[in-house]
């Protein structure tokens, strides 16, 4: 009986040991690597042979490639998105104010996010704006806008986009408003300082707040120019139109110019001046057109 037990014993250990990985010697690699043409084979040399698959004398015996592994990441795996080098992004403060007469205060900032490969890019940028007058509040507004767009192919000017917009003004008929659209995008020039896009689709926008809460179909035309003047310079334009569907003389234009100058390249400090004019053919008794300016420090990441 205690034999069997012994035995057993033996036979369960010599099954964990023959599981157990195979490890290399210390000393091993301490060892000069070895070229592979060192240890070709001479005539006349026996080498040991498993079955029929070994070499015979004079055979040559292949070389041993190691190539570099490379890791392929999936498009729902969080290191798609967030690895270098494809994002790039900025924040921007600005502040302007008076004591004496007449106390003022303007706080203007912002922030963009963007994320740029061969076939796709996603962007996000957020401006917001408050001033006061002699305690009185006469401007307070934020935007945002997100987009998605996705190339055809690698070399193609096709794409196609998508894009949101939320804006809050206290200074309007409304509240809040959203518009969503999507379509098509089409590369009309691109060099090495110079770049034009336009785009046409579809879309819906809804005012939240006001006096008409409901979903107005849009259609949309658009433009996107981008100009490196010189090393230190830079034009960035906008356009949106947005006119509904049913009636064409009911519409919006959103523009968007902006100037960018390089101030410190160490320290990636601009100075940028943007004009953002919104026009609503329709403003239900406010002002038809909301012109803002604003002077900004940049700070791109």
Do not use: C
């Not at 902006?258 to 101030?263: D, I, K, S, T």
Request: aromatic share 14%.
């Amino acid at each position: 009986m205690r034999r069997r037990v012994w035995y057993v014993a033996l036979i369960g250990w010599l099954l964990i040991l023959g599981r157990l990985p195979a490890q290399e010697h210390p000393e091993l690699h301490l060892l000069p690597p070895v070229d592979s043409a060192d240890v070709s084979p001479l005539a006349g040399d026996q080498l040991p042979l498993a079955g029929n698959a070994g070499p015979m004398a004079g055979d040559t015996v292949p070389e041993v490639i190691q190539k570099e592994e490379v890791i392929e990441y999936q498009w729902f795996d969080p290191h798609y998105w967030f690895r270098a080098p494809y994002w790039e992004g900025s924040l921007e403060a600005g502040l302007n104010g008076s004591e004496g007469n007449t106390n003022s205060l303007s706080i203007k900032s912002g922030m963009s996010l963007k994320r740029t490969t061969d076939y796709n890019s996603l962007g996000f940028n957020l401006n917001y704006a408050k001033t006061t007058a002699n305690s009185v509040e006469t401007q307070h507004y934020a935007l945002f806008n997100g987009e998605y767009e996705r190339k055809f192919a690698a070399d193609s000017p096709w794409s196609f986009f998508t894009k949101t917009i939320l804006q809050y003004d206290e200074f309007t008929a409304w509240d809040l408003r959203v518009t969503v659209n999507g379509g098509l995008g089409y590369r009309f020039l691109k060099t090495d300082t110079m770049l034009l896009k336009g785009r046409f689709g579809a879309g819906a926008s809804r005012e939240f707040g006001g006096a008409v809460e409901e979903w107005t179909p849009e259609a949309v035309f658009g433009a996107d120019y981008e100009h490196q003047l010189t090393k230190k310079q830079k034009l960035v334009l906008n356009v949106d139109y947005l006119p509904a569907w049913e009636n064409f003389e009911d519409y919006r234009l959103l523009t968007v110019l902006a100037w960018e100058v390089v101030l410190d390249e160490e320290a990636n400090l601009h100075f940028k001046l943007a004009i953002n004019d919104q026009y609503d053919s329709t403003p239900q008794g406010a002002e038809p057109n909301d012109f803002n300016y604003s002077m900004l420090l940049l700070w791109k990441l």
